[in-house]
């Protein structure tokens, strides 16, 4: 046993990536169990219109943190700043009592809101939009199909093309006259056709049986999803780069996956999340899709209103899919495998490739 | 036309894969190149595939539309069936319709492949999918076959019919070189290329080969000089480079397993003897 015991010690040694997963998953949940995992959102985006803006200003409790004060402005603009998803909550003033409005969408928020509402008592009318009895379901949903993408788009995707890999044919595609972008394209079309149907099959079953609304249009949540799937289909080509098995795709695959679903404002709302670890979800690709998603089917925002979030996703598609093909491509050109690089330019004449005088292929 | 590569260099790091190789490969002849493990058979056929990029010398070969290569993996698609795999590779080599369904056929039914056309390539046996890899690199009728140690680990009749293939696509006119550490099989080869630790031992037909061998071999039950000797079977056999063997060992007529055994024994022991 003692020897079966010392073997394995020393292949988990040579395994650095199993190693790290051992090491950096318990201090990554650690930390996201210590400083995200927060339901109660104690500050919520406010905005106060109307005649009395200013005097709701000055009587509200300090969890409203009033980012808009328009005493001239009215219900109208109250309900657009809440559609556009730049306030939690808005106060309509002119009225008796106080109208707040609140944004359903954003479901915790949503909630402590109408909990610390409920103490002001009759002074203050609570309508909840978007998601009028805080149902879990109606915002889980449009995250979910975000997951659903991630999941076909970096697992799925790594997985078959590390495949190619394992089997040595990557080696068969790399002698064969078909252009590496032609294998690239040809590799993740049908996994962005299969993500387009799940995600299809997801979101009508969301509507039938949760009841879930689609407030807003059908092209703009489309436009959102095909950025968010080049994102993930990229991350999904960089992992294969990086992976010699099936088994490593995973590995990295779950790694990169787990701060997303935990990070991103899918589960625990971003707003109470200590700053040390909310930067990390504004780096990640679901959270902007988690914005797009419940701001169109929820709040029927659009393009208009969500333009950084479909602009941050536009930057990460193109520097990770352009990243991830690029380094997929280096695998399948000419002289990949050499210890010196690979040779650059076009494919080489019938005749004869010369290797430079100096050695080291350029 | 002859393809090959002209004092051909290859390093991996610190490790020199190919150490100043050439060859010619003629077309209609079959080339094999031969040498243990970790002798550079694989980086000398990937850098005449243009796979791995050469550090020194050139080399000559086709356009990859007139290239076929059977890597030393499995070379095919695991999940694809027998005929699956080969539509693939004949449309990306431009084949369509009724021209790739003949030639399908044709490929199949001379490697005895016909009755598994509709099998998946990861139920099919080692010699079965070595020979479906090989109808797959011969699909589009190269010009240059480079086979990657295409009978290692099959059975002698697979053997068989892998060679009968081979030697059928040379007659078509096709240059044909392919790594192999079974010497018998080396021996039908038109042209040898014998490699040890990147460098090109010796080369030539088998009977130049023997007819350029310098030095005795001799077989005993133990050896004069152990670092000269091998074991073959039952007996030890001993190389002596110079002739200079002591009197009344039995000198054996060397075959290719000899020859190439005694010519790496003395490059090695040339170079020990030289640090």
């Given amino acids: 046993m003692r020897a079966m015991i010392v073997k394995e010690f020393r292949e988990l040694v040579r395994d650095r990536r199993t190693l790290a997963m051992l090491v950096v998953m318990p201090l990554l949940l650690l930390i996201i169990f210590g400083y995200a995992a927060n339901f109660y959102v104690s500050s919520v985006r406010s905005a106060a219109v109307g005649p009395q803006a200013e005097q709701v200003v000055s009587q509200a409790p300090a969890m409203f943190d009033f980012t808009v004060v328009e005493p001239s402005e009215g219900q109208a603009d109250a309900e657009q700043l809440l559609q556009d998803g730049k306030v939690d909550v808005a106060f309509v003033t002119g009225r008796q009592p106080v109208l707040a409005l609140v944004d359903g969408s954003n479901l915790f928020a949503a909630q402590s809101i109408v909990g610390a509402l409920n103490k002001a008592g009759n002074s203050v009318t609570t309508q909840v939009l978007y998601n009028p009895d805080l149902k879990t379901s109606w915002v889980m949903i449009p995250a979910i199909i975000g997951l659903i993408l991630t999941f076909v788009g970096t697992l799925i995707t790594s997985i078959g093309l590390v495949r190619e890999r394992e089997q040595g044919t990557m080696e068969q595609l790399a002698v064969m006259p078909i252009r590496p972008t032609a294998v690239i394209l040809g590799k993740i079309a049908p996994y ?3 993500a387009a149907v799940d995600m299809t099959i997801v979101t009508l079953l969301g509507v039938w049986l949760f009841g879930v609304p689609f407030n807003g249009n059908v092209l703009a ?3 959102g999803a095909a950025l968010f799937l080049f994102v993930v289909l990229g991350v999904g080509v960089f992992i294969s780069t990086v992976s010699e098995t099936a088994g490593q795709a995973i590995q990295l695959a ?4 787990l701060p997303q679903i935990l990070l991103s404002g899918m589960i625990f709302p971003l707003e109470a999340m200590a700053a040390g670890v909310r ?5 990640l690709p679901l959270t902007y899709f988690t914005m797009i998603s419940r701001g169109v089917m929820l709040r029927g925002a659009g393009i208009e209103s969500l333009w950084y979030a479909y602009l941050i996703l536009a930057v990460m ?4 899919f352009t990243g991830a093909t690029l380094r997929f491509r280096r695998d399948l050109a ?3 495998r050499s210890g010196h690089g690979r ?12 290797a430079p005088a100096t050695g080291g292929a350029a | 036309m002859t393809f090959g590569v002209r004092s051909a260099r290859v390093r991996y790091g610190d490790r020199t894969a190919v150490d100043d190789v050439s060859v010619e490969l003629d077309a209609g002849s079959v080339t094999a190149v031969v040498g243990g493990d970790g002798a550079g058979k694989t980086t000398l056929l990937r850098a005449l595939v243009r796979e791995v990029a050469l550090d020194g010398g050139t080399v000559t070969a086709p356009d990859k539309d007139r290239l076929g290569y059977l890597p030393a993996s499995s070379g095919s698609w695991a999940g694809l069936t027998v005929a699956q795999n080969i539509d693939f590779v004949g449309g990306v080599f431009g ?6 369904a003949a030639r399908r056929a044709e490929l199949l039914a001379a490697a005895g492949l016909t009755a598994a056309v509709d099998r998946p390539a990861s139920q099919l046996s080692g010699g079965m999918r070595r020979k479906l890899g090989f109808c797959m690199a011969m699909v589009h009728e190269p010009a240059l076959l480079v086979l990657d140690e295409p009978s290692t680990g099959i059975d002698p009749v697979s053997r068989i019919d892998l060679w009968r293939l081979i030697s059928e696509t040379a007659a078509r006119g096709a240059a044909v070189v392919m790594s192999t550490t079974y010497l018998d099989e080396a021996e039908r080869a038109a042209r040898l290329l014998v490699l040890d630790r990147g460098r090109a031992l010796v080369q030539g037909s088998y009977d130049e080969v023997r007819a350029g061998f310098v030095g005795t071999i001799t077989r005993d039950r133990a050896a004069v000089r152990p670092h000269w000797s091998w074991r073959r079977g039952r007996e030890r056999r001993e190389y002596w480079p110079d002739a200079d063997q002591p009197a009344g060992q039995a000198v054996v007529e060397p075959d290719l397993e000899d020859i190439v055994v005694a010519l790496s024994l003395a490059a090695r022991n040339r170079e020990g003897a030289a640090t």
């Fill in chain 1, 279 to 283: 930067w990390i979800g504004y780096l």
């Fill in chain 1, 254 to 257: 779950f790694l990169l996956l």
């Fill in chain 1, 221 to 223: 949540f489309a436009l």
């Fill in chain 1, 192 to 194: 962005f056709l299969v």
């Fill in chain 1, 343 to 354: 040779r650059g330019g076009k494919e080489p004449e019938p005749a004869t490739v010369t």
């Fill in chain 2, 95 to 100: 084949l369509a319709g009724e021209a790739l």
């Fill in chain 1, 334 to 336: 000419p002289g990949a």
């Fill in chain 1, 317 to 320: 598609a193109v520097v990770v």
